[in-house]
Nanobody
């Protein structure tokens, strides 16, 4: 059974940091590209960051560039999203997703597997 389990969300003040984790099981992790998406109440889901299956290529939404860093640890079947200098507009439910292809995409439609999400709330 394929599973993606996110953790690491929480409540933080503006300017603070959080590190999200996404632990995968049920598939060969290093063959899949990984992405982080987020969805705030009343807003559409948006791509935050992606990473290729070998970790060599990353992409970021303009809104998080320079503040967020995506990474993977294939030995632990885990992806991470380090989030620094968090702002209230970063408040959302954050999801990780996996696609069975080495190259990642910022389009949610191409991802086969999704986690349940972890809530990030940033207070001003």
């Amino acid at each position: 059974e394929v599973q993606l389990v996110e953790s690491g969300g929480g409540l933080v003040q503006a300017g603070g940091s959080l590190k999200l984790s996404c632990t995968a099981s049920g598939f060969i992790f290093n063959e899949y590209a990984i992405a982080w998406f987020r969805q705030a109440p009343g807003k559409e889901r948006e791509a935050v960051s992606t990473i290729s299956s070998d970790g060599g290529i990353t992409h970021y939404a303009d809104s998080v560039k320079g503040r967020f860093t995506i990474s993977t640890d294939n030995a632990k079947n885990t992806a991470f999203l380090q989030m620094n200098n968090l702002q209230p507009e970063d408040t959302a439910l954050y999801y990780c997703a996996a696609k069975n292809y080495p190259v990642a995409s910022m389009s949610a439609a191409v991802y086969s597997y999704w986690g349940q999400g972890t809530q990030v709330t940033v207070s001003s």
